[in-house]
Structure formats: structure tokens, C-alpha cells
């Protein structure tokens, strides 16, 4: 693809035109169509302010971020609907690294951890914290039962697994299978596994840390802390209270980890690392040149949208976890979240970048959430923000919306 020159309209005028795509900033104050000489049939990312696209028919389209954000159905612009399902991506227009630094997933704002607003929400009565709960070790029996859940992607550790998520996964494999013969024993596993990560966290703070092992350590902790923090065991709660600090510090340091990333350009090589070997690239100046650029986007997103999923649900466990066992906590706040149902449930690249280039996502805050009941259908909504609906806006609300979490899986509630 040769270079974008500007468009037309700005030719025309003589005017100077910032080349992005599928507007340029002037096209866009002026009301005017905007008309490049070359464009292609997918762009997978977005410059930073590049203004509203044109809203779809859908009613989840008017569903974007907060002002602050570039809107995702613009930054993914339009799919190519007349190239039909076997159209060819390699037309796309390869992306610098400053492309990546400005896709909307990327920008600082979205890792901005800001208050939830009290007055759009109710006090959250105890069933609620309690419904949570539940839905959080269904999600944990589901990772054991199909390799995924809401906060940890199908294709995160595709790759590699980390070995801390692998000592996590057999720890609550053999705890879901436990009897009350062997129950003892297995606490004692998980004990020393919860143990030896949180007391191996020097290892994150490495001159070059692995980003993937990092999170990883992040997800193993919690998952075996949600284990000693409700099996009922006095010992195993303490413990898990002082894990629970532990894991409330490394979602501090995680997030502010990933932004500098992000912005430095470091996270490119975080997710070319996880690329097939032959579309691996060694160094940032390189990194362009990855052959597939949406696989580099997708596996960016997951990455990234996987640190938002986990920081919330370890920083609201622990809110939930201190208002149980002492009658009130700080509200962790909220960052910025992909709450559209199909993003996350993509298992391509293709099927993500199309999920993306239909309509908006949702990519909000939870204070913009209120929308969703006047804007979309519950089937719009994917469980992991469903769970967070209830959470602020109650159980009744939600489930007279729509079908609630916890009836989107057959799991026991049993753990």
C-alpha cells in the first residue's frame, strides 16, 4: 500500500490535513466528506482524536467512551462488508509503532483508575456482595473446565504458561475434585503454592520483566486466594488476608506497568514474543514488520483488556472480602472496559477485527454503564460486565433487564 496523502477535500481548500482515517480532524469540523486516493479495506487501529464516525443502525453503536477516549467503532473504522468472508487481509495498511501506541485500547486515559460515582448507583446490600462471590468461583471452575473465563483469555498463555499458572490450575484442579478425606492435604498444597508466588514478587521487578509472566503471578494469586479465603478453614483466611495485601499492591504496580509499556512501545515486543516464531520480530525498530498486524493488534487487546479484567476482579474481591468481614471498605474505583459480548469471545484475530469493525464495543468506564439498559439488549452485554451491572445497579435491576450472570453458566454454585 503506498502512502496516504491528504484527502481530497483538504486538497481542494489547501489546507493542511492530519491523514487520519476514515476522517481527517478538518472533514470532520466542517461536515464535509472526507475522500482519500487510497484507503484500505481494513484499518485496525486509530490516531488518537479522530473524532465520531458515522453511528451505525445498531443501538449498541452509541455505546463509546468517555470524551476523553477515542471511540473504538472509529479507531477500527468500517470492515469491507462487499469483500465477503474470505477476503484477504493482507491489504491492510502495516501499522508503525506509533500506530500501536494510538489505538484506542492503548491511549493513557483508558488506564486512568477513577471513582465510581455513588449517586448513580444503590448501597450494595449483602446478597449482592455474596452473588459475586459465587459467580467468581464459577468462573474459576470454569477456567478448569474449558481453559478460559471472563478474565482469562482462551489465547492469553497459548504460548507459554507461566509457571505460576501452571502450580494455580493443578492447586484448584485437585481442590474442585477434593473429598473430605483429602481436604486437608490439599489446603496444604495450596497453602505452600500461594506461599511461594507471593513470596517470589522480586522476580517481577526484574531490569527486563516478563509482562506475561507478571500478570500471570497476578491471576495465580488470586485464584488461589479466593481458595483460602472461602473454604471455610481459620488458618487458610489468614493467610489469605495477607495475600490479599500482596495482591492489592501488584494490581497497583501492574497497571501503572502497563501504561509505560504501552506508551514506550515496549508492549509491541511483549506481544511479537507471543507470535508464532516466524512472526516474531526482535526489536521495536522491527516491530512493524510483523507479517501479521492483526494478530498483533488482537493479541495487544488481549493482553491488555486481560490486566483491566484482573485488576478488577482482585481489587473488587478485596472490597467485598473487607465489607464482609468488617462492615465497610474504599471503593476501588473502575478503569475503562470492553463490556460489548463477542470481543472476548473472538478466536481469531479476523473474528475480533470484524466484532470490532461492526459496531462500538463499549469500550467505557462503569460510570457510563447506566446506558446500557435503555440503549442495548442483555444479549449485547458479555458476562464479565454483566457481573459488574449487578454490582452497581442491583440484582432485581439486572435480571429484570435481562437474564443475569449467573444464569449464563450451568456451573455449581458449590466450591
Known sequence: MGRVTACRACKEAKRKCTKQQPKCKRCISKSVECVYSRRSSFII?????SGDSAATSDSFSTLAAPRSATHPATSIAAYHRGSGAQSSLSTVRQP?????????FLTPESWTVSPIFSKQTLPVPSIVLKSFIVTLQGWLRQWVETGSNPFIHAELYRKDLPIDIQDAFTALSTYLARSAATEEMIMMIVEARADRVANTQQESHAPTPDFFARLGKIQALLVLVVMQLFNGDIRQRHLGEQHLSVLHEWCREIL??????AQSGLLLLDVCSQ??????????SEASDCRDQEQLLWRAWILLESVRRTWSIAETLRAIY???KDGNADCPGSTMLTTRKGAWEAGTALEWTRVCAEKSIGFMHRNDTARVFTECSPTDIDPFSLTFLELDFGLDKVRAWGSGPSQSYAYPTCF
Not at 501503572?256 to 509499556?261: F, G, P, V
Not at 507470535?275 to 521495536?284: E, G, N, R, V
Open 256 to 261: 501503572l506497568h502497563a501504561l509505560q509499556r
Open 322 to 324: 473487607l465489607t464482609m
Open 45 to 49: 487501529y486509530g490516531a488518537q482524536g
Open 96 to 104: 508503525s509503532l506509533l500506530d500501536l501506541r494510538s489505538a484506542w
Open 275 to 284: 507470535l508464532p516464531s516466524d512472526l516474531q520480530t526482535s526489536t521495536a
